[in-house]
């Protein structure tokens, strides 16, 4: 049985988008183990409280939900713990000397599989206050009218 080609995703992180802005993507694969991407291929994972964190040199993950795996024994895994991400070693640093700068936090975005192996996109993010979320809403809700009106316009030609 090949590994198969193209990305398949499984979890995406909608609220991200909506608290943060996002400065830059690091695509990262996972340490899993067996019945962790059992859970992952059958979607069951949550990102909602998700984030990242550089320690001794690695990339872990907290808070990250998956799911046990519903046909697992006694050796299924526990839901909620820490997962070391792998990234190379100049982006580990990168990512070292941005958590220490104030203010930047790494949310994971979505999970996906790339031939057929877990990969996590891992962004740098600035938590957005509540005057920037209105205006970001404002602009998609002016947007979302410019659209309409010009719909209505074609439509009546």
Do not use: C
């Amino acid at each position: 049985m090949g590994k198969k080609a193209g990305i398949k995703p499984v979890v995406d992180n909608r609220r991200a988008r909506h608290d943060y802005h996002i400065k830059d993507v690091y695509e990262a694969g996972m340490v899993l183990v067996g019945t962790e991407v059992k859970s992952l291929r059958a979607g069951k994972a949550n990102l909602k409280d998700a984030y990242a964190v550089v320690k001794g040199g690695e990339v872990w993950v907290n808070n990250f939900h998956i799911s046990p795996y519903e046909q697992g024994n006694r050796f299924n895994h526990e839901p909620l713990r820490p997962k070391k991400l792998l990234l190379h070693k100049s982006e580990i640093n990168k990512l070292l000397g941005i958590q220490k700068e104030s203010g930047y936090t790494l949310i994971p975005l979505r999970i996906y599989f790339k031939n057929g192996l877990a990969k996590m996109d891992l962004a740098v993010a600035v938590g957005k206050k509540n005057y920037d979320k209105r205006e970001d809403i404002a602009n998609r809700d002016a947007k979302r009218d410019i659209e309409r009106a010009i719909k209505s316009r074609n439509q009546a030609f």
